[in-house]
C-alpha cells in the first residue's frame, strides 16, 4: 500500500479543512482528486508531499508510520515530487532548471547531466535544453517543471492541476507523459483537476474531497479487453466477454489482453447525430437510469456492459430518452483509449 491515512485532520485559520477517518491508497497507479474550491485538494497533496503536516492523525507510507520529524520528512521528500498548479523555473537555461534538484542531492556533475537529458527525453523538450527558461510558453514550463521531478526518479509523482492554464495541444501532451510515466516507470501518480474529461481519460482511480471527506470510485467505463481480430487499420476487441467494438489498430497494445476505457462525454446518440457511418463502433442497449448531474444528465444504459454517458440539456430534451427505451449509440475512435494491462486496475 502506497500511503494509508488514519484520523487525518487539517486546520487552517480555525477551520477543519478535512477529516479523513481512514483511507488506503494502491502503488502503481494513477488517482486523480477532485472536489470544489476551497475542499483542500492542495493542501492534502502537499500533506503527501510531506510538504506540509497535518493537524493530528497518522499517515503511513508503504507501510511505515511516518513521523512528523524534519529528519524523516526530508528522506520521505527523496521519493515524493510534487509538481505546483503554476511552476516557477529559475533565472538559467532549461537543463540548469532540470539539473537543480539533482545538485542538491548531491549528485556528480556527469550522472546529473545524463539524468537530466533523459528526463527532457521523457517530455519531449530535449531541444530546449540550452534554452532560457523564461522564454518558454506556460506549456513548455510545464513540461520542464515534468522533467525537473522526473529526474529525481520520485515513486510518486504529485501534480496540482496539471493541465491548468494550458492549450489544448499542451493538455493532451501533458497527459501522454504522466500515463507514459506510469506505464513505464510504474510511478505512481496522483493529481488534482476540475475536469471530470480528465478523470476518464487518465486516471485508474477516482478520489473526491468535499465537506472534510474523502471517497473513491473508480473511473467509469474502464473494461477488460480482448484483441480477436488486429486488422491493418483496424481491430476487433471483445470487452468483459460480452461486447464487440471496432477500434483502430495503433492504439491496440501489443498485449491481447488489457483494459479499455471509454469516455463518456464523446458517446453519442446515434438516433440524434445520424453518424452511424462515422469511424468507431454502433451499440445498443436498454436505458437504465437517467439523472441530472454537473450542469449534464447522466445516463447508464446496459448494453451487454454498463455503459455510462453524458447528454447536454439540449440533446437530453431534443430526444426525451425514457428508463426501459432502446437505444443506440456511436462510441467515435476519439473516445476509446487502450490501456496496457498492469495489475490490480479492477475493470468491469
Known sequence: MLYELIGLEKILGGRKIFDIDRFSIRSGRIYSLTGPNGAGKTTLLKILAFIDRPTAGEIRFFTKSVLQVEGDLLELRRQVVMVDQSPLLFTGTVIDNVEFGLKMR?????????RAIEALQQVGMERFDRTEAHRLSGGETKRVALARALAIRPKVLLCDEPTANVDSEHQKIILDILA??????????????????????????????????????QADNVYHAELIERGQRRSSCRLAERVIISVPTRSIPAEPLFNLRID???IRLAAITGDRQTEGSLVEGRVAQIREENGGV????????????????????????RVGEIVAVVIPDEAV??????GDVRPV
Open 264 to 266: 463518456q462525454d464523446k
Open 337 to 342: 483509449h487502450c490501456i496496457p494491462n498492469s
Open 106 to 114: 548531491k549528485i556528480p556533475a556527469a550522472e546529473r547531466r545524463k
Open 180 to 217: 507514459a510515466i506510469n506505464r513505464q516507470d510504474k510511478t505512481s501518480i496522483i493529481f488534482s483537476t476540475h475536469y471530470q474529461s480528465l478523470e476518464q481519460q487518465l486516471a485508474h482511480f477516482c478520489l473526491h474531497l468535499q465537506h472534510g471527506h474523502l471517497s473513491e470510485h
Open 298 to 321: 447522466a445516463v447508464k444504459l446496459h448494453a451487454g456492459i454498463v455503459l455510462d454517458l453524458t447528454l447536454s440539456p439540449e440533446i437530453y430534451a431534443d430526444r426525451s430518452l
